[in-house]
């Protein structure tokens, strides 16, 4: 049966999506074959930054970048090129521009991520990467997988076949890329580092492109360019002192270029002077032999001394920032400024080349950038000051947070918290319907997980906890099972630094929910009862028959059966006693599950058509859909099929209307089920392997593993006993890396069965040894029954 009933995690068992794949058992003799459904035309993706102003020469790395395009036989290799060069030197501006050159080769799409690897603040991992590109392959954010093997084998099979660029941005380790390789003929990935990743050479064959530092007459032409429309006069000499000063880098030329056109009547021979002082001043503070990256520093200083002292003070602040990028609100808050006049300085320092405008009010920094401007603030900044900005734009996103639950609608409906009270230097937030509450969800994403790290380490427990307990519910239906489970645990820490028990408590409940849908039993049962503990000492009875429930979800799952139904009783009877129909509708449901289990039908037949009523009456349609295929199952065990059919259909019904791909697929598998007891394997077929691709996207691996288990019982009502063992054996595969005893010791015994027929009567013997310890200290009706039969059948040979 079903375990995924469980309120305030109710959107993580209600994620949305439509099935792309399908399955058809054609020619049942020539085996089952997958084909894609028809959908509509995608939108093709356009990740590419704008093209670079003022860009020069790059003659030769162009031309070997085309020689790479151009050799049709890598290309349908899948092939790899590496722009390596040093920090400044333009490797993203030579990828960019020829990316936009070449894209007319790619019709398919053009996919750009920033791997951050050089960058302040931590660098983007695979996993986040690979999320980025499967939502810009239009994969609902709830069928991305879990697990980042999975997310990568998804991403490279929307990706074969087709013609895609892919530009992989600041990559520091070969260990960030290669998960991100399409290994598809026609696509080509092109990745730019200050390493020479010599591993993806070795062993991708990759091409290597090295950047040097641009050359006197280059240098002297990329100055000429940015300033062409304020200075026309400038001597060649000094044009080229002015180079050497900024050391021939792309990024720090860029810089000062942009210092002179904002000074054309400033004679250029004063503002090399300038610069020439404050490249002394750097040779004397610093340490490092460097001469690259003390001109670079020396660059910025000599441009940010320049600054207005309110630009000044904004570009320290914004060093502050959490993550690399941030919205115009996020900063006006940092900055207690308000919208308008944040604008105003957010345009000077993208004026100045010190700020990048990516457009939508959103900016970011170059990672050398962020690294000065981090540092002028904490050399310029009182540690109080610093607080206080990190406090206010912390704040923002809490406040933010708020009110994007409640625009979307879920408003805690398991545990309501009290956030704030907000000071008058914490902005309005601009989200105000369900539209933008998503919107500024998926692009904040990163942020907020940046910002609980960056509260807790700034000592504002408050802060840490409270932005992953609000946000619980809009991650539980809009990400993977594990993308804020490092989140929630350094909420948990912050909780327990601040002394806030039901903080804890909420905490250890997500917690639990994550480790329990994600098959972690033990962790799972050690954060129910902590917060159990923790709601009973804070006299919250509700928040106890929360903790209860997950309990017994979780005994349930470890098939302690009669220890679950204790669990869900207690927790029923509080919720009874408390009017909270909502919960007492969930735990008929998991009561329902749990006698259907025990065996007693009746029982569990009026427990689940409870629940539907009052799900009913509540206009809780999603849940009433997760309920239906239970009662089917409970109605196909009473050989009642055509009342099971009813229901199912119900089910998938509400399915499709509300395009709720997880609904369909555990649908999909009791109707499997359900076919196979009509003597109609054929069906059962499609309809179990169907369900399997469901489940696999959302990552419920139990479920999926279940699916393959019907599959294989298809394949031998069909007498097609290889087929059959090979997926029983995919399926106990699954079960034993889960720890899912129950459902291991169910598949072994269907495969050696199997294999008995097959005439491997060594091997069934084999698969019923490992079955029976699994059965030996469960004591439900089912598994007693198991138990005999299997051990009736290693006695008996």
């Not at 998503?438 to 904040?444: I, T």
């Amino acid at each position: 049966m079903s375990d995924v009933g469980e309120p305030g995690a109710g959107t993580w068992s209600s994620l949305s999506g439509s099935a792309a794949d399908v399955v058809q058992a054609r020619d049942i003799s020539g085996g089952v074959h997958f084909h894609q459904a028809e959908r509509p035309s995608a939108q093709v993706p356009r990740q590419l930054p704008v093209d670079v102003r003022g860009f020069v020469n790059r003659v030769v790395e162009l031309e070997r970048l085309d020689r790479w395009l151009a050799d049709e036989a890598e290309a349908d290799a899948g092939t790899v090129a590496v722009i390596a060069g040093t920090a400044g030197v333009g490797k993203t501006a030579l990828a960019v521009r020829w990316a936009h050159r070449a894209r007319d080769r790619f019709p398919d799409g053009q996919l750009y991520v920033n791997l951050r690897g050089y960058d302040p603040g931590a660098p983007l991992t695979a996993d986040d990467a690979l999320d980025h590109f499967l939502r810009a392959l239009e994969v609902p954010a709830s069928r991305i997988p879990a697990d980042v093997q999975a997310r990568a084998g998804l991403y490279r099979s929307l990706v074969a076949d087709k013609r895609i660029l892919v530009v992989l941005d600041n990559a520091a380790t070969v260990g960030q890329v290669r998960p991100l390789l399409p290994g598809a003929a026609g696509c080509l990935v092109l990745v730019t580092s200050r390493s020479r990743l010599p591993g993806l050479v070795a062993r991708e064959g990759a091409r290597r492109v090295a950047v040097e530092m641009l050359s006197d007459t280059e240098s002297v032409a990329l100055l000429r360019e940015v300033t062409a429309d304020y200075r026309t006069a400038d001597d060649p000499g000094e044009l080229a002192e002015l180079a050497r000063l900024c050391a021939r880098l792309p990024l720090a030329l860029r810089v000062a270029a942009e210092r002179a056109a904002g000074r054309p009547g400033m004679p250029l021979a004063d503002l090399i002077q300038d610069l020439r002082d404050e490249s002394s001043l750097w040779d004397a503070l610093s340490t490092e032999d460097d001469d690259e990256a003390d001109a670079v520093r020396a660059v910025f200083a000599w441009s940010y001394r320049a600054l207005s002292p309110d630009a000044a003070r904004a570009f320290r602040l914004l060093g502050l920032h959490p993550g690399a990028e941030f919205s115009l609100d996020a900063a006006a808050a940092l900055t207690d400024s308000t919208p308008r006049d944040t604008r105003r300085l957010l345009d000077t320092l993208a004026g100045a080349h010190l700020l990048e405008d990516m457009g939508s009010r959103r900016y970011q920094f170059h990672d050398l950038m962020r690294a000065y401007a981090a540092d002028q603030a904490h050399q310029e900044e009182s540690p109080d000051e610093q607080r206080a900005a990190l406090r206010r734009v912390l704040e923002w996103y809490l406040r933010t947070s708020v009110a994007a639950v409640d625009a979307i609608g879920f408003g805690g409906r398991a545990f309501p918290l009290s956030v704030g009270p907000f000071g008058d230097d914490i902005p309005q937030t601009g989200v105000i319907d369900h539209r933008d509450a998503v919107q500024w969800y998926e692009r904040e994403r990163g942020n907020l997980m940046a910002a609980t790290r960056t509260a807790a380490e700034a000592g504002l427990d408050r802060i840490a906890w409270q932005i992953p307990a609000v946000l619980m519910e809009i991650n539980g239906s809009r990400d993977p099972l594990g993308g804020w489970l490092e989140a929630d645990r350094i909420a948990l820490d912050a909780a327990r630094r601040s002394g806030d028990r039901r903080g804890e408590a909420v905490i250890h409940w997500s917690l639990g929910v994550r480790h329990r849908l994600g098959q972690h039993l033990r962790d799972a049962k050690d954060h129910y009862e902590a917060a159990r503990v923790l709601f009973d000492g804070l006299g919250d009875p509700l928040g106890v028959a929360y903790a209860l429930n997950g309990l017994g979800l979780t005994s349930m799952r470890d098939r302690r059966l009669r220890e679950a139904r204790g669990e869900f009783e207690r927790a029923l009877t509080i919720a009874q006693d408390q009017e909270a129909r909502f919960l007492v509708a969930v735990l008929l449901r998991n009561l329902g599950c749990v006698d259907d289990d025990l065996g007693h039908l009746d029982e569990a037949e009026r427990e689940l058509r409870q629940a539907i009523a009052t799900y009913r009456e509540l206009g809780e349609e999603t849940e009433e859909s997760f309920c239906l295929p239970e009662l089917a199952e409970v109605l196909i065990e009473q050989r009642r099929p055509a009342e099971a059919r009813d229901s199912l259909d119900r089910a998938l019904a509400q399915a499709h209307a509300h395009d709720n791909a997880l609904v369909e697929g555990l649908a999909l598998l009791r109707q499997g089920r359900l076919e196979l007891a009509e003597g109609s394997p054929e069906d059962a077929l499609t309809s179990s392997q169907h369900a399997a691709v469901l489940l696999h996207q959302f990552g419920y691996q139990g479920y999926e593993a279940e699916a393959w288990h019907v599959t294989g019982e298809a394949y031998r009502q069909l007498g097609r006993l290889d087929d059959a063992a090979g997926f029983f054996r995919r399926s106990a595969e699954v079960h034993r890396e889960c720890g899912d005893r129950w459902h291991l010791a169910v598949t072994l015994d269907s495969l050696a069965t199997t294999l008995g027929l097959l005439g491997k009567p060594d091997h069934a013997r084999q698969a019923w040894r490992e079955a029976q310890p699994l059965l030996t200290d469960v004591d439900d009706p089912r598994a007693a029954r198991l138990r005999a039969r299997v051990e009736q059948r290693l006695s008996s040979g």
